[in-house]
């Protein structure tokens, strides 16, 4: 997957959208779930599972939501997977960034260096995006989570944030836990698939997938046994 190939699809060099976030200031849609508000948090699944372009096919949606926002709001990305990745992984952002096209042009460019790793831990990444006190949480995954995440998000709470989740070809399992997720949170959840684009970009160039640990993605793997 190249930035030029995640941009096409939404114009030259990814600006393609860039000018209709003047029209939805006071709003974010992502995957057709629409929040009203400045400070949006999107947490979504790297894990190994999500090939076939289904990983291809959030980045795209990834990149035509916050080319939509306005320069005053402020978005945020965290993947899970082993561990929590927060946007910029390996030089993180310590907080919501604006949306400027500055950062809407960096956040192309990180994407780019994204890859895939065993396990789907997700409480790292929600106990981040909560922190960040946004107005909505979007959580796209292609299944259910591997540790309490799910347990964390459905117990009674007073939080005011609304958190909408997003099924990427889930099963019937990931479909009742997000969905779970999703009522206890005033939110919604919607079941989308992968589209043809993005799997004919995952055939040509496809993102590499970890499952021992690296120096950047899957930093929580086990080492390389040596033989």
């Given at each position: 997957t190249t930035v030029g190939e995640i941009?096409?699809?939404?114009?030259?060099?990814?600006?393609?959208?860039?000018?209709?976030?003047?029209?939805?200031?006071?709003a974010a849609t992502f995957f057709g779930a629409k929040s009203v508000g400045s400070r949006f948090v999107?947490?979504?699944d790297n894990s190994n599972s999500m090939g076939s372009g289904k990983f291809e096919t959030v980045m795209n949606e990834l990149v035509r939501t916050i080319d939509?926002?306005?320069?005053?709001?402020?978005?945020?990305?965290?993947?899970?997977?082993?561990?929590?990745?927060?946007?910029?992984?390996?030089?993180?952002?310590?907080?919501?960034?604006?949306?400027?096209?500055?950062?809407?042009?960096?956040?192309?460019?990180?994407?780019?260096?994204?890859?895939?790793c065993l396990r789907t831990k997700g409480r790292e990444a929600m106990e981040?995006?909560?922190?960040?006190?946004?107005?909505?949480?979007?959580?796209?995954?292609?299944?259910?989570?591997?540790d309490d995440t799910a347990n964390m998000l459905t117990a009674p709470h007073n939080r005011r944030v609304v958190i909408h989740t997003?099924?990427?070809?889930?099963?019937?399992?990931?479909?009742k836990q997000l969905t779970a997720i999703a009522e206890a949170n005033k939110g919604s959840f919607r079941n989308v698939e992968a589209t043809p684009a993005a799997k004919?970009?995952?055939?040509?160039n496809p993102i590499k997938r970890n499952?021992?640990?690296?120096?950047?993605?899957?930093?929580?793997?086990p080492l390389v046994k040596k033989k």
């Amino acid at each position: 997957t190249t930035v030029g190939e995640i941009g096409a699809l939404f114009g030259k060099d990814g600006q393609g959208m860039s000018d209709v976030g003047d029209g939805l200031k006071a709003a974010a849609t992502f995957f057709g779930a629409k929040s009203v508000g400045s400070r949006f948090v999107f947490v979504v699944d790297n894990s190994n599972s999500m090939g076939s372009g289904k990983f291809e096919t959030v980045m795209n949606e990834l990149v035509r939501t916050i080319d939509t926002l306005g320069p005053n709001q402020r978005f945020y990305v965290i993947f899970f997977s082993d561990v929590a990745y927060p946007l910029f992984h390996p030089q993180p952002a310590y907080d919501l960034v604006k949306a400027t096209p500055e950062n809407k042009a960096r956040l192309r460019a990180w994407l780019y260096t994204v890859e895939m790793c065993l396990r789907t831990k997700g409480r790292e990444a929600m106990e981040k995006a909560l922190s960040l006190r946004p107005d909505a949480i979007y959580i796209l995954g292609d299944g259910a989570f591997t540790d309490d995440t799910a347990n964390m998000l459905t117990a009674p709470h007073n939080r005011r944030v609304v958190i909408h989740t997003v099924g990427m070809q889930v099963d019937e399992r990931g479909r009742k836990q997000l969905t779970a997720i999703a009522e206890a949170n005033k939110g919604s959840f919607r079941n989308v698939e992968a589209t043809p684009a993005a799997k004919a970009m995952a055939r040509q160039n496809p993102i590499k997938r970890n499952n021992t640990r690296g120096p950047v993605w899957g930093i929580d793997l086990p080492l390389v046994k040596k033989k």
